[in-house]
């Protein structure tokens, strides 16, 4: 049974950063790319960043040159560092996992086969 869980999500300043940690119960995590979705209320869920399991990265282009994804292996731990955040990151944000050795479109979130029960993160003005 795969799990992914959340933490890391809290109430902070505009300006101000925020690093998410999603921890995966996969044996194999290595070979799975991690997504970052998120979901502000009345909106589509968005896409945010992913990471491959080749090691290469991607960013939607509203959080580009402010977030960072990042991975550790050996934790099975993908993480989102947030720096210079803004009122309109306001939102639920969701860990995804994709895989394995998968070779495709990373920002449509139903192509993602695994999803953890999302963290708040609220900034305020």
């Known amino acids: 049974q795969v799990q992914l869980v959340e933490s890391g999500g809290g109430l902070v300043q505009a300006g101000g950063s925020l690093r998410l940690s999603c921890a995966a119960s996969i044996g194999t995590f290595s070979s799975y790319s991690m997504g970052w979705f998120r979901q502000a209320p009345g909106k589509e869920r968005e896409f945010v960043a992913a990471?491959?399991?080749?090691?290469?990265?991607i960013y939607g282009d509203s959080v580009k040159g402010r977030f960072t994804i990042s991975r550790d292996n050996a934790k099975h731990t993908v993480y989102l560092q947030m720096s210079s955040l803004k009122p309109e990151d306001t939102a639920v944000y969701y860990c995804a996992a994709l895989g394995p050795y998968y070779g495709g479109s990373y920002t449509n979130p139903a192509m993602y086969d695994y999803w953890g029960q999302g963290t708040q993160v609220t900034v305020s003005s």
């Open positions: 990471n491959s399991w080749t090691g290469g990265s």
